[in-house]
């Protein structure tokens, strides 16, 4: 029987001692739970924060490496004068190792990086003959510089875990106003041989003796340029007095060799401010026999020829003497930077921009000689040269970009320039006898290429076989040459190297400071 309460539902009650009844087994199956998905989870918070830590040190090194290509660009930078022109041995050197960090020294775990550098001639880095040696003996046109980095300095330089490593390339800036500069030593001796050079100062005194001391490659005041005035002119000697300071030699043009007016024998070569104008005291052409030859009126070439005082003795002067053949006296060997002076297409030779001193030339004025070579650009101040570096070129008039024909000389009866139709290496050019005009052997046809938009393809001398004209490689290791070290000159196969452009300007590239930047 139910009872009723009033007018209310019946009471309904759980029977005692059920109240709580599976609380303890739920609770204790949601901790074991949580337990366990702790235990998961823990592994994958620790990972992900070893992949977040390992990414902020790998960020840290790439930054690092950064630094260290901005550090060695500054530092290449730096490596000039007061006017701007790049010193030689100012560069950062090849065979040391530059270190540094992002952070002042002092700093705890401050990122750190390592940075080595590789200079490169005119063929940049894919040059097959590899990096210029070490220390530098002439002006590079690239360097590759390789930066790794690392989070802090307990990591090692190499390529474990850790480290970044980026590679750029740098292209070496010039202008056609300013040739590279190379050295003038004399003839002989070769072993210790001695240059011409100005002492330390950037810009010498007026009136500084010219010496004759240890050649030391890339040294600032051994770097001479020939310009097309026919002045030897020092490189970076260009100065004013506003920038220099007022008691400093005013020389906005820089400092050349004079030996005075009138010449006379025994005078003193010396140092003196460039004039604007073509003054004779300040000319010199190289003759026949490679001695600086004097004029008296500018037009024509007097007696009197660079002379060491003292033949063989380092810190000899340089006068004014005879035009001999004495090896260790008056003979001098510029080096291919030292530059063309005036030659070139308008007085008939064919410069080679590679060796930008060296000029085609009928070996020792013999026609039947078994190769041509490149030899010392011949000077006169009239342009009047010896026939055996004067040719008839076939002209490129613009628009046209090429021009075909014979190469001739005009000493007798003529002489063409003649290819051998062969790129091997015993095969070289020569010359043989042929009419002005009419019809040609294939042997004897080329083609002159001037600017054609390609830098591969601008002044190329192409024979009719597809060859290209050129001389023998001087920076190889057993270079063929003449006896008197200079380039025998033959055909081969056309590529884009300087060695094949003839007659192209002092600067034909343009390309741009920092390319080819990657990380490795």
């Known amino acids: 029987m139910i009872t ?67 550090a060695a660009l500054g530092q290449i930078r730096a490596a000039a004068d007061a006017e701007g022109n790049g010193l030689v041995e100012k560069l950062p050197p090849c065979l040391t190792t530059m270190t540094g960090s992002v952070l ?4 705890l775990k401050s990122p750190r990086y390592q940075v080595k550098i590789k200079y490169w001639d ?45 590679k750029a390339t740098y292209s070496f800036q010039t202008t056609n106003a300013n040739i590279d500069g190379g050295a003038i030593p004399v003839a002989q001796p070769t072993i210790s041989p001695l240059c011409m050079d100005a002492g330390t100062d950037e810009t010498p005194t007026p009136g500084t003796p010219l010496k004759m001391q240890k050649c030391v490659p890339g040294l600032s005041g051994q770097q001479f340029a020939y310009t097309e005035d026919l002045t030897l002119k020092l490189i970076g000697s260009e100065s004013s007095e506003s920038s220099e300071g007022s008691n400093a030699p005013k020389a906005p043009l820089g400092m050349c060799l004079d030996a005075g007016s009138p010449q006379r024998t025994g005078a003193t070569v010396a140092f003196q401010p460039c004039d604007a104008r073509r003054i004779p005291q300040q000319q010199w052409s190289l003759n026949n026999n490679s001695n600086f030859q004097g004029t008296t009126n500018g037009v024509g070439l007097n007696s009197f020829c660079f002379n060491l005082k003292n033949p063989g003795l380092a810190g000899s002067l340089v006068v004014l003497g005879s035009c001999s053949a004495n090896q260790t006296q008056s003979i001098f060997r510029p080096q291919p930077g030292v530059g063309a002076g005036m030659a070139g297409v308008a007085v008939g030779q064919l410069v080679n921009f590679k060796q930008f001193s060296r000029c085609l030339d009928v070996t020792d004025h013999v026609v039947t000689r078994a ?18 570096q004067k040719w008839s070129i076939p ?29 091997a290496s015993n095969q070289y050019v020569t010359v043989t006898s042929c009419a002005a005009t009419g019809t040609l052997a294939d042997n004897l046809k080329w083609t002159v290429y001037g600017n054609t938009g390609d830098y591969a393809t601008s002044y190329r001398v192409m024979d009719h076989y597809g060859n290209c004209l050129t001389p023998t490689d001087l920076d190889v290791l057993k270079p063929d040459t003449h006896s008197d070290g200079t380039s025998k000159v033959k055909v081969a196969p056309c590529t884009g190297s300087e060695l094949q452009k003839w007659n192209a300007p002092a600067n034909l590239t343009q390309p741009l400071p920092l390319t080819d930047i990657r990380e490795q």
Request: charged letters at 20%; hydrophobic letters at 35%; aromatic letters at 4%.
């Open 4 to 70: 009723m309460l009033g007018r209310g539902r019946p009471s309904l009650r759980l029977p005692a001692g059920t109240a709580d009844r599976g609380s303890m087994p739920v609770a204790l199956l949601l901790t074991l739970v949580g337990v366990s998905l702790s235990a998961l989870l823990i592994p994958i918070v620790i990972n992900q924060a070893t992949l977040t830590r390992t990414a902020s040190e790998r960020t840290h090194a790439l930054h690092a490496a950064e630094a260290g290509i901005d």
């Open 104 to 107: 002042p020294d002092d700093a």
């Open 122 to 166: 005119t063929d940049g880095p894919d040059d097959p003959e590899g990096p210029l040696s070490c220390p530098l003996t002439e002006v590079p046109a690239y360097a590759t510089l390789t930066s790794k980095g690392v989070e802090t300095p307990d990591i090692a330089f190499d390529d474990t875990e850790g480290t970044r490593t980026i």
């Open 371 to 388: 190769y041509m070579i490149a030899w010392f650009c011949k000077q006169a101040p009239d342009g009047n040269i010896s026939w055996n």
């Open 395 to 423: 002209a490129v008039t613009a628009p046209a970009i090429k021009a075909a024909g014979r190469i001739r000389t005009n000493y007798g009866s003529g002489y063409c320039l003649r290819s051998p139709n062969s790129t």
